[in-house]
T-cell receptor, first 109, second 116 residues
């Protein structure tokens, strides 16, 4: 499975946008880019996923580089409840979710 | 989104006893379920993949005789930690997906196991 690289931690101010980067230089043509987040003492929660085009949903936006070797999860207005560990994961059809260390996002009031 | 429950949410047991954890998909049929464990300050580690009606597939290094997995129906998978020891204390999390499980998985809230 292709590997992803994320910063260990990031800080944000409440109500400001947050851009969480993810590098995946060895991504293959059939790999989907998934983002999950995990709040303290809870199971992970699906955030968004995409293949080639940018994606938007009610939680976030996913911006995918043209060469697909990197992507950015965008939280448009961070709230205190967005403080979590965010995981960027690559999967393909039939593939498993292999979690890396993720980015721990802290949000300051 | 779809809902996955786990029971119990927290369990404390004595060393040498067995503990069963249930994972249920409440509003969809889960053809595939996954079990993870997570130690404090660490990421999730995939333990095994279970498909309804067939034997679970374990990740390398996970003892299948110690972590028994049963996926008897499309809404229920169980993980039994046999002869638990303090080093088995961890946060156990299940996830479930339908036929497109590789696209989106739904995670349970986790079970905190403490072995004394």
């Amino acid at each position: 499975d292709a590997k992803t690289t994320q910063p260990n931690s990031m800080e944000s101010n409440e109500e400001e946008p947050v851009h969480l980067p993810c590098n995946h230089s060895t991504i293959s043509g059939t790999d989907y880019i998934h983002w999950y987040r995990q709040l303290p003492s809870q199971g992970p929660e699906y955030v968004i996923h995409g293949l080639t085009s940018n994606v938007n949903n009610r939680m976030a936006s996913l911006a995918i580089a043209e060469d697909r070797k990197s992507s950015t999860l965008i939280l448009h207005r961070a709230t205190l409840r967005d403080a979590a560990v965010y995981y960027c994961i690559l999967t393909h059809q039939g593939g498993k979710l292999i979690f890396g260390q993720g980015t721990e996002l802290s949000v300051k009031p | 989104g779809a809902v996955v429950s786990q029971h119990p949410s927290r369990v404390i047991c004595k060393s040498g006893t067995s503990v069963k954890i249930e994972c249920r998909s409440l509003d969809f049929q889960a053809t595939t379920m996954f079990w993870y464990r997570q130690f404090p300050k660490q990421s999730l580690m995939l333990m095994a993949t279970s498909n309804e009606g067939s034997k679970a597939t374990y990740e390398q290094g996970v003892e299948k005789d110690k972590f028994l997995i049963n996926h008897a129906s499309l809404t229920l998978s169980t993980l039994t930690v046999t002869s638990a020891h303090p080093e088995d204390s961890s946060f156990y999390i299940c996830s479930a997906g339908d036929s497109s499980w590789w696209v989106t998985q739904y995670f349970g809230p986790g079970t905190r196991l403490t072995v004394l």
